[in-house]
């Protein structure tokens, strides 16, 4: 993209900079030039100012928000972003949030190494040397003449960037320079998240969605700090990732048709699917893929007949039924294909999850079902990767170097219990709370309603660590957001049911559960709301929430 979208935003920058000098912090434009001396009409056509953030207005709610009302920042035409020297990774963090920031403001914002004492800077620091902030966590501080964000990670910088974005007005997300003063409340927040893990899944199966798409997806949950994206990438339908030993996956089942109700066609190629995981790599997503098995197979079988137990291939599917297909658990070819597909998929994925799904596996006898599983999750760990499945995976004992996705609606559910004992983690998905997919009340015209209707305030009202007995804190390693792609086709489809919900989920996940509030959470969603209208971003606009 972006180097003609960005000599247009420094064109434009350029072309405003004496201007816009003009407006710069008052306490500079008081000692140069009276204020009263700048013209009203030199400042172009004035916006009526969107009322600026609070410093506690922020999507996930931070740790702990000191602020100060006398100690406002003026991010300006001057302002420079600076960060970590020696710090490549601080470095493309800086590039990233120079990006983010300039096509409203119309500012160059140059990323630089040191910068010059007075001249207003954004500094990006590593070096914190704070247990408490850990591996994501960051510290902001702003003052009349300066934000810094310091962490002992890069990650910690991105979450810190992302906080620094909602605290500036709500037009720094117009695509367009909006002339306005760009303010920073000042005060300080020292934040990091409760979980290690806060999820949003994919549906690449059921239909198809663009590397584009994933990486616009990208983007908007990463703004919640939201650090991995999984996608689940085969199933009854269709084969949607390229595997080079067993050609046919994609050739036949990602092929026309292969989507819910015909559509098609589509599947990810290494080369799409590597270039997906750098790119959400640059905003601190770790990509997790799912193979279902040994249920959801039929594309499988529909390209490659041997792996039915009477080698006879079953006609494809584009409906949405579910739990009719299983993989023949007696074959050794079973084996063979299972370990093609997870030695490839390993090696083209650097995050260290590897899904193999593992629901609704009804056409598989249990005791079959316990065998595969005894062999294959040992199999995800021989090629480096932790093994990662829906909750079904704990009725195996090899479940317990697992992560287990929770998507029970139940709570209680003692085999997964029993599995945390043995030590699984797990990660929380309720399918009446977590599911994106679910409509929000009967007139949603989009998604499912099997598990529930889920308005905002029911995903957000519940506590991952209290949901389901004998699954405490400790054995949570985060949340995820399921979003299922029966009924969605488009990226607009894909905002309409994740926005506003994910950000519910997200602050389950990162944020202390005492910050857990409804009247706290819906006022600052309601405040996001005109971001998402400046993005494009085809959001709900739930009546439960007064949208700012
Ligand atoms: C699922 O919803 N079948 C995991």
Redesign the pocket.
């Given at each position: 993209m972006a180097k003609s979208a960005l000599s247009r935003v420094l064109t434009a920058a350029a072309a405003s900079l004496p201007l816009l000098a003009a407006q710069a912090a008052p306490a500079a434009a008081a000692r140069a030039t009276p204020a009263a001396a700048v013209p009203i009409a030199q400042r172009g056509p004035a916006t009526a100012p969107a009322a600026s953030p609070a410093l506690s207005d922020v999507l996930p709610a931070p740790v702990q928000v000191s602020p100060d009302a006398g100690a406002t920042f003026r991010l300006g035409p001057l302002t420079v972003i600076r960060t970590q020297p020696g710090s490549p990774a601080a470095r493309a963090v800086g590039d990233q949030l120079a990006r983010d920031l300039r096509p409203a403001t119309g500012y160059p914002l140059p990323v630089l190494p040191v910068a010059a004492r007075r001249v207003p800077s954004i500094s990006l620091l590593l070096g914190a040397n704070d247990s408490r902030l850990g591996s994501e966590g960051y510290r902001l501080s702003v003052t009349r003449s300066a934000v810094t964000i310091r962490a002992n990670n890069p990650a910690g910088l991105f979450a810190g960037s992302q906080t620094l974005r909602q605290l500036l007005p709500v037009d720094i997300d117009s695509p367009a320079v909006v002339r306005r003063s760009w303010t920073v409340p000042g005060g300080s927040i020292l934040d990091y998240p409760r979980f290690a893990y806060r999820g949003a899944m994919l549906d690449e199966a059921r239909h198809f969605h663009t590397p584009d798409e994933i990486k616009a997806y990208v983007d908007e949950i990463s703004r919640f700090k939201v650090n991995h994206l999984h996608l689940h990438l085969s199933d009854d339908q269709g084969w949607r990732i390229q595997i080079d030993s067993w050609p046919k996956l994609t050739a036949v089942s990602g092929g026309a048709g292969t989507g819910v109700d015909g559509e098609g066609p589509g599947f990810l190629t290494k080369a799409q699917y590597k270039d997906i995981v750098a790119y959400a790599a640059k905003r601190y997503v770790t990509i997790v893929p799912e193979i279902d098995m040994p249920g959801h197979v039929n594309a499988a079988q529909v390209a490659y007949p041997e792996l039915t137990c009477d080698g006879v291939a079953p006609p494809p599917r584009t409906d949405t039924e579910?739990g009719y297909s299983s993989l023949c658990i007696g074959s050794e070819t079973t084996y063979r294909f299972v370990e093609d597909v997870i030695r490839e998929l390993a090696a083209m994925t650097p995050g260290p999850y590897l899904h193999i799904g593992g629901?609704?596996a009804h056409a598989t006898p249990e005791a079959d079902y316990v065998a595969f599983q005894q062999r294959v999750l040992p199999l995800v760990a021989e090629y480096g990767k932790t093994a990662y499945g829906?909750n079904e995976i704990t009725k195996a004992p090899a479940s317990a170097t697992a992560v287990a996705q929770y998507?029970d609606t139940a709570t209680t559910n003692p085999t997964v219990a029993a599995a945390v004992t043995r030590g699984t983690k797990v990660v929380m998905s309720p399918?009446n709370k977590a599911y994106l997919d679910m409509k929000y009340d009967p007139s949603t015209p989009l998604g499912l309603d099997w598990a529930a209707y889920i308005e905002v305030r029911d995903a957000y009202g519940w506590d991952p660590a209290t949901r389901v007995t004998g699954v405490g804190e400790n054995a949570i390693l985060g949340v995820e957001a399921?979003l299922?792609s029966e009924t969605l086709r488009s990226l607009d489809d894909i905002e309409f049911m994740a926005f506003p919900r994910l950000p519910a989920i997200a602050e389950l996940g990162w944020s202390p559960a005492s910050t857990h509030d409804w009247a706290s959470f819906s006022a600052r969603l309601g405040a996001y709301g005109p971001r998402w209208t400046l993005q494009g971003v085809n959001f709900y606009p739930s009546p439960q929430i007064n949208w700012g």
């Open positions: 579910v629901d609704e829906w998507w399918a399921p299922w």
